[in-house]
């Protein structure tokens, strides 16, 4: 394994471990068992910072293991298959509207583009899950915590974002392609 691959797949465990502390450090529970957390932002980076693929695969395994470590086992498969999306489409959009020549930087539009996208996938993917697992009067419950989760989310990984870009390691790790040549 190169040296590349390798600092790619530590900082990918490091950013499921991330997501995980974060899911947990605050953790407020909603009416049909499910809770409100900061980890959606970590989500989210995971997906900017490690590219789509391997950003997908941070975000969900973090986002499930806080799943099983906090006793919402039902949710974790749910949970593993609508993170792993939200940090792929993040990831993707972030990548797909910064010109090349930026990628580097903060850029405030791809950002948005990329962390509303994702919202609206882990709103909209617990909501049909929740329908399926409960009803829908319940699963519309869920839709404002959903909705207030992924703005705090949203405001913390932008707060973060341009402060890791600045790091020489992370930053090259973002301007890379993930394996199968998906920006």
């Known amino acids: 394994m190169n040296q590349k ?23 407020i529970p909603t009416a049909t068992n499910g809770y409100i957390h900061l980890g959606d932002g970590m989500v989210l980076l995971s997906g900017i910072l490690l ?4 950003g997908a695969v941070a975000g969900g395994i973090g986002s ?4 099983l470590i ?9 949970t ?3 993170k792993a999306l939200a940090a792929f489409s993040g990831g993707y959009l972030y990548r797909r509207f910064t010109p090349s020549r930026q990628k580097a930087q903060f850029r405030l539009l791809p950002f ?8 609206i996938l882990i709103t909209g993917g617990y909501f049909a899950y929740e329908m399926m697992v409960y009803s829908q009067p ?6 404002p915590f959903n909705l207030v989760q992924n703005l705090f989310s949203l405001i913390v990984s932008g707060a ?12 090259s790790l973002s301007l890379e392609t993930d394996t199968d040549g998906i920006q």
């Open 160 to 171: 973060l974002l341009p402060f890791l870009l600045r790091n020489h390691e992370i930053r």
């Open 5 to 27: 691959r390798t600092k790619k797949l530590v900082f990918g465990s490091l950013m499921a471990a991330l997501t995980t502390v974060a899911t947990m450090v605050i953790h």
């Open 70 to 78: 906090s006793g919402y086992v039902f949710y974790a498969p749910a």
């Open 112 to 119: 948005l583009i990329a962390g509303i996208v994702s919202s």
């Open 138 to 143: 319940a699963a519309l419950i869920n839709v």
């Open 51 to 54: 590219g789509p693929l391997t």
């Open 64 to 67: 499930m293991t806080a799943d």
């Open 80 to 82: 593993f298959l609508i």
